[in-house]
Nanobody, 115 residues
Framework: QVQLVESGGGLVQPGASLRLSCAAS????????MGWYYQTPGARRELVATLRSGRDPTLRDSVRGRFTISRDNAKNAVYLEMNSLKSEDTGVYYC?????????WGKGTLVTVSS
């Protein structure tokens, strides 16, 4: 059972930056997708960014050019660098991994963008 633990959320002003981190409890091969989803109250969980070896990163249109996803395979970690944050980026961000066809989720970290 893979456990994913997120960190790095918080309250920031519009235009600021945050870096989210997620560490997996077990080895995640680079060929397995890892990434980030987010959810706002009353809405479905939605893709922010995912990454796997051999493919270009998948990014939500609204974050393209502002967010960057990266992985450290030696640490079984995935990161989300968020720049030029907007109020609509506010939500709970969940780390995601898919291993052997099974999806795993972290408990989420709250990002609030507000002046």
């Amino acid at each position: 059972q893979v456990q994913l633990v997120e960190s790095g959320g918080g309250l920031v002003q519009p235009g600021a930056s945050l870096r989210l981190s997620c560490a997996a409890s077990e080895t995640i091969l680079s060929s397995n997708p890892m990434g980030w989803y987010y959810q706002t109250p009353g809405a479905r969980r939605e893709l922010v960014a995912t990454l796997r070896s051999g493919r270009d990163p998948t990014l939500r249109d609204s974050v393209r050019g502002r967010f960057t996803i990266s992985r450290d395979n030696a640490k079984n970690a995935v990161y989300l660098e968020m720049n030029s944050l907007k109020s609509e980026d506010t939500g709970v961000y969940y780390c995601y991994a898919k291993v052997s066809g099974k999806e795993y989720w972290g408990k989420g970290t709250l990002v609030t963008v507000s002046s």
